[in-house]
């Protein structure tokens, strides 16, 4: 159990362009999921935290109009990049979160953004 | 200096070798996770404790929470153990602060 998916795993877009990856809890309510970034050899960073039905918390830095994360239902959270730069290419991994207070989080496979 | 420091940065054994990753942290923790990150990206979690010891096959994970300290041990290592190797921790809101990884090579 605890299955977490990602689509797409691998996206190539154009500049200027939006693009959006989902994350779905496959056999779990998800009341928390988490968005990360990683770049090539480093470690993750925190992008943002959302929870069901409510606005999600940015991190310091990070741009709340630039990455649209929406966590419309228990099972399904988005990230829309938008209007995408080459400095947006990256890997981004959601991970999930049960309700109960748990701190167990289970992790996406990850999509890996090119913008050209 | 950062939060959670892992070492060594990267390691190479041989097979069958017994491996043991260090992490140390600096802050107050609610749980220490250990994940491993194969190179496609996907991201498996290995272990949560927050006290004591847990072992899962051939993997081994330790906490003392008074020292602030974990390790990750391997026993009879493999090929297909190969992969980065990353600490984490969780402090407020549940956030993870992540350490740097450990990039482990076994070879033949």
């Given amino acids: 159990?605890?299955?977490?998916?990602?689509?797409?795993?691998?996206?190539?877009?154009?500049?200027?362009?939006?693009?959006?990856?989902?994350?779905?809890?496959?056999?779990?309510?998800?009341?928390?999921?988490?968005?990360?970034?990683?770049?090539?050899?480093q470690s993750l960073m925190l992008m943002a935290t959302s929870n069901?039905?409510?606005?999600?918390?940015?991190?310091?830095?990070?741009?709340?109009?630039?990455?649209?994360?929406?966590?419309?239902?228990?099972t399904l959270s988005t990230l829309t990049v938008t209007s995408a730069h080459p400095e947006d290419s990256s890997f981004y991994i959601c991970s999930a979160k049960k309700g109960g207070g748990t701190y167990e989080?289970?992790?996406?496979?990850?999509?890996?953004?090119?913008?050209? | 200096k950062n939060e959670v420091e892992q070492s060594p940065q990267n390691l190479t054994a041989?097979?069958?070798?017994?491996?043991?990753?260090?992490?140390?942290?600096?802050?107050?923790?609610?749980?220490?996770?250990?994940?491993?990150q194969h190179p496609g990206g996907g991201i498996v979690s290995l272990f949560m404790l927050s006290s004591g010891k847990k072992k899962h096959g051939r993997l081994i994970a330790?906490?003392?929470?008074?020292?602030?300290?974990?390790?990750?041990?391997?026993?009879?290592?493999?090929?297909?153990d190969s992969a980065v190797y990353i600490c984490a921790v969780t402090g407020t809101a549940s956030k993870l602060t992540f350490g740097t990884g450990t990039r482990l090579q076994v070879t033949l």
Wanted: proline share 3%.
């Fill in chain 1, 105 to 116: 989080q289970y992790f996406g496979p990850g999509t890996r953004l090119t913008v050209t």
């Fill in chain 2, 14 to 36: 041989q097979e069958g070798e017994f491996i043991t990753i260090n992490c140390s942290y600096s802050v107050g923790i609610s749980a220490l996770h250990w994940l491993q």
């Fill in chain 2, 62 to 80: 330790t906490i003392n929470i008074q020292e602030k300290h974990s390790s990750l041990h391997i026993t009879a290592s493999h090929p297909r």
């Fill in chain 1, 1 to 41: 159990g605890a299955v977490v998916s990602q689509h797409p795993s691998r996206v190539i877009c154009k500049s200027g362009t939006s693009v959006k990856i989902e994350c779905r809890s496959l056999d779990f309510q998800a009341t928390t999921m988490f968005w990360y970034r990683q770049f090539p050899k």
């Fill in chain 1, 52 to 74: 069901e039905g409510s606005k999600a918390t940015y991190e310091q830095g990070v741009e709340k109009d630039k990455f649209l994360i929406n966590h419309a239902s228990l």
